[in-house]
């Protein structure tokens, strides 16, 4: 499950059956919330389906929205995370070395990736923990030198537990990434970009016809 946009207010939430590869459920919206992804869960319980499993996009409190389904976070948005705090060419090498740990997630098993990542803790917490020493900061506590670094580590940290759901839960079939619904949502855009300047009601029509012919 995820959500596409076109511009700030026209989103697409879509949940997909990562198995069969068949759109089955959508819903246009402003912007993503919990409620309409546990809504798209709902409708679809009410119709008959059983849900093994969700993989998502780290949306916080969506996890515990949809308990007691396990939930994978993807791992490429998890990849993305931690470039986003420490750029591609980070200039320490504590971030060098979690940037090369975080981008080999998707080719390693789980068991590899953690201790691989306490090793890392253990070898740069040093770096991590590391806070200013300046005499003119009247704060009790100082802050830490590198908080994008920190930002990066706990966020490894905290969706740790959700990064490896398809490899605790084989029988369910989940995938570890979205990259399908990725692919999915990009041949959509590659449609609608034809006919641009269409109003939100023909785009609407445009994509559902899309999506009941092709997914």
Not at 103 to 110: F, G, L, S, W, Y
Not at 148 to 167: D, E, H, I, T, V
Not at 205 to 213: A, H, S, V
């Amino acid at each position: 499950m995820d959500t596409t946009y076109w511009g700030r207010n026209f989103g697409l939430m879509v949940i997909r059956d990562a198995l069969r590869g068949n759109v089955l459920w959508h819903k246009y919206v402003h912007h993503e919330t919990i409620a309409q992804y546990v809504e798209g869960v709902d409708w679809l319980k009410d119709q008959g389906f059983k849900i093994y499993g969700a993989v998502i996009d780290g949306m916080k409190g969506l996890p515990q929205a949809l308990r007691p389904v396990p939930i994978q976070m993807c791992q490429f948005h998890q990849m993305l995370i931690v470039r986003r705090y420490l750029t591609q060419n980070p200039d320490i090498e504590a971030s060098q070395k979690l940037l090369d740990l975080v981008n080999i997630i998707t080719k390693t098993d789980k068991e590899s990736f953690i201790g691989a990542f306490n090793e890392w803790y253990e070898n740069y917490k040093y770096v991590l923990n590391d806070r200013v020493r300046d005499k003119r900061i009247k704060r009790k506590t100082p802050p830490y030198m590198r908080p994008r670094l920190r930002s990066a580590y706990l966020s490894l940290k905290r969706n740790m537990p959700l990064l490896w759901a398809f490899y605790d839960h084989p029988e369910t079939g989940l995938p570890n990434t979205n990259n399908a619904l990725e692919g999915l949502f990009s041949d959509l855009k590659s449609k609608v970009r034809v006919h641009s300047g269409i109003s939100k009601e023909h785009r609407k029509k445009l994509l559902d016809e899309y999506i009941m012919r092709h997914y």
